[in-house]
């Protein structure tokens, strides 16, 4: 009997990673690539636009985020190899382990796999990236290649700012739970790639078309990658006001940008756009793929394999541990018949939450989604998790600073928690998920995916 619960168990942990796999397959940045751009002889099409390829000089392909790889090659794909080696120049700031070998677009490592924060090799290829789009000239056609942890990937800072100062503004936010849109402000105000950077530097090519995966609820394109081909709303007072409002103080948040982002408040003018261009190039943000497709995929595999399902939508933000707690008690009612649906059931949830981590003097290990599946186990753990399995994974295989996507949590893993005296609330206490499903055998492996947008949380209840 007990290897038939044990063989159930399985069963409920591989279909909700089936269903998740499904929702990230729909969500490949080669395909999502491949559906708006078609080569018809020296016809290019992008999202609606023609080009005669005869005509122009070069296709200048530049690119930040942890997409970038699988959108630079689809690039290349349909572009053929003739015309990829006669006319394709190209540079893409990718994290190391999505690097390798294009014909023509340099794939180029920003940062290190699994830390997502500012390097110098960001740096230096943020100013290659802005060297190329500047060197676009009328008969040039520049097309942008933008997708989540772009902002990370292109920390080229503003004059009087040094990377360590960005670096300390980047992890005194996230680490007082500010959300993606404020961070993103005060990037944006220390950032010459942000915030309409790029943009501003092709200025002399006859057209730009930016292909984004959105990581942002609600997609909006200010955001994504702190929006280096969308002119900046925000103000640089907006940004001191993202400071103030987190009790930002030195050395937390150096002089240098107080300094500068007061100077900009009193000088507000714009980056040059461009000596001798009578008029900005035709211009054009589509946005190509979005959690959305990656949910509505997962539900339609959840359908196939027999579930009714319940999508909580794209836009889930929040605390971490309060979404896999509210997570676990959905799914607690389904199973217990107290819902208008009846199992087999598989909750499908996307977006992506916040995690706010305490203060501890421990060692500390773990992600966002990991926190999710954590906090879902211990709100379940006296009741147990029979029937249910609940896995919470980044779409680009990354969580926090560590080599997995999330986590997976079901009955058997409680139960060789509780044989290991495991404790999840211990572990939850301090923001420390990766050693406890380290032990268990819960960690969502998957390497890097060349996609990313936001997390998808699959729950299948029996």
Not at 353 to 377: H, M, S, Y
Not at 419 to 443: C, H, M, V, W
Request: proline letters at 5%.
């Amino acid at each position: 009997m007990a290897f038939l619960l044990s063989a159930g168990f399985v069963m409920l942990r591989e279909q909700a990673q089936a269903i998740w796999e499904a929702g990230v397959a729909a969500v490949s940045s080669e395909r999502l690539v491949r559906n708006v751009i078609h080569r018809d002889g020296s016809v290019l099409s992008i999202c609606g636009h023609d080009w005669d390829t005869t005509s122009l000089s070069r296709i200048i392909v530049l690119g930040v985020g942890k997409a970038g790889a699988g959108m630079a090659a689809a690039v290349e794909a349909e572009l053929g190899e003739e015309l990829t080696d006669a006319k394709v120049a190209g540079w893409v700031n990718v994290p190391a382990d999505c690097v390798r070998p294009l014909r023509r677009i340099v794939l180029h490592a920003a940062r290190p796999a699994g830390v997502n924060e500012p390097t110098e090799a960001g740096v230096f290829g943020t100013q290659r990236t802005l060297e190329l789009a500047c060197s676009a000239g009328a008969n040039d056609l520049v097309v942008v290649l933008i997708s989540g942890g772009g902002s990370a990937l292109a920390p080229a800072p503003i004059p009087g700012i040094t990377l360590a100062d960005k670096l300390a503004v980047t992890r005194f936010l996230m680490n007082s739970g500010a959300s993606i849109q404020e961070l993103n402000t005060v990037r944006k105000h220390l950032s010459l790639f942000k915030g309409g950077g790029l943009a501003r530097a092709t200025s002399q090519a006859r057209a730009v078309i930016t292909l984004i995966i959105s990581d942002v609820i609600g997609d909006p394109l200010d955001v994504i990658a702190s929006g280096p081909t969308v002119e900046d709303t925000s103000t640089a007072a907006d940004a001191l006001a993202v400071l103030k409002r987190f009790s930002a103080q030195p050395p937390q948040v150096s002089e240098s940008v107080w300094f500068a982002l007061r100077h900009k408040t009193s000088n507000p003018s714009p980056l040059p756009k461009g000596e001798g261009t009578a008029a900005r190039p035709i211009a054009q943000n589509c946005v190509i793929g979005n959690n959305a497709i990656a949910v509505e995929a997962a539900a339609a595999k959840a359908r196939e394999q027999g579930f009714a399902v319940k999508s909580l939508g794209s836009n889930n933000a929040g605390e971490a541990r309060t979404i896999g707690r509210e997570l676990a008690e959905l799914c607690r009612h389904i199973r217990d018949g107290q819902t208008e649906v009846a199992p087999p059931v598989c909750v499908l949830s996307g977006g992506e939450p916040i995690v706010k981590l305490v203060q501890t003097d421990q060692p500390r290990k773990g992600g966002r989604n990991q926190e999710v599946a954590l906090a879902a186990l211990q709100h379940l753990w006296h009741d147990g998790l029979d029937r249910i399995a609940i896995l919470s994974g980044g779409t680009d295989g990354e969580d926090g600073p560590t080599n997995a996507a999330g986590a997976v949590v079901d009955e058997s893993l409680r139960q060789m928690a509780f044989a290991k005296r495991l404790d999840p609330s211990e572990f939850l206490e301090i923001n420390n998920s990766y050693p406890f499903f380290e032990q268990t055998g819960g960690l969502l492996l998957t390497g890097p995916t060349h996609t990313n947008v936001m997390d998808l949380r699959i729950a299948v209840v029996q």
